[in-house]
């Protein structure tokens, strides 16, 4: 008989009166090949608030989105970044939206992760021009090759 142990483990992150809870583990851990999701719950209402805008998520440089990959407004709108292929040519095509603003998540994937790829990537909330930004970031941690092994050989 086997035993497992799951737990998920949030991580609170409070930045400018708003509340940020990471769902990710920092680093997000994950071996070369596979998929890296990051992810985020936002504060409940937060969304709804009038002058919230949308979320950003990009590569995270010198304490804030640097570059970003990929935008989602408010009303659920994906805005890839059209510099994208310039800007981050080994993303391109990998990046994912797989969150849920009407339920307060945000989440990303970078599909068929590499040694390249590992660096750190932020989320930034987009508010009107009268409301500073907020914003988290996670890393992304490549390990060696992942194997599918067979349990029943």
Not at 125 to 131: A, S
Request: charged share 20%.
């Amino acid at each position: 008989m086997a035993c497992f142990n799951t737990s998920i483990t949030l991580y609170c992150c409070t930045v400018w009166g708003a509340e940020i809870f990471r769902v990710s583990s920092n680093p997000v851990r994950v071996f070369q090949g596979s998929d890296a999701l990051f992810q985020w719950t936002l504060k409940k209402g937060l969304t709804s608030q009038p002058d919230f805008r949308g979320v950003v998520f990009g590569v995270w440089k010198n304490g804030y989105v640097a570059s970003y990959l990929l935008s989602v407004t408010k009303n659920g709108w994906i805005v890839l970044n059209p510099d994208l292929k310039d800007e981050a040519p080994h993303l391109a095509g990998r990046v994912q939206w797989k969150g849920d603003l009407f339920k307060s998540i945000a989440a990303f994937q970078i599909s068929h992760v590499s040694a390249q790829d590992q660096m750190e990537y932020g989320l930034r909330l987009e508010y009107g021009t009268l409301k500073g930004s907020q914003s988290d970031s996670l890393g992304l941690k490549v390990e060696g090759n992942w194997q599918r092994t067979d349990l029943f050989n």
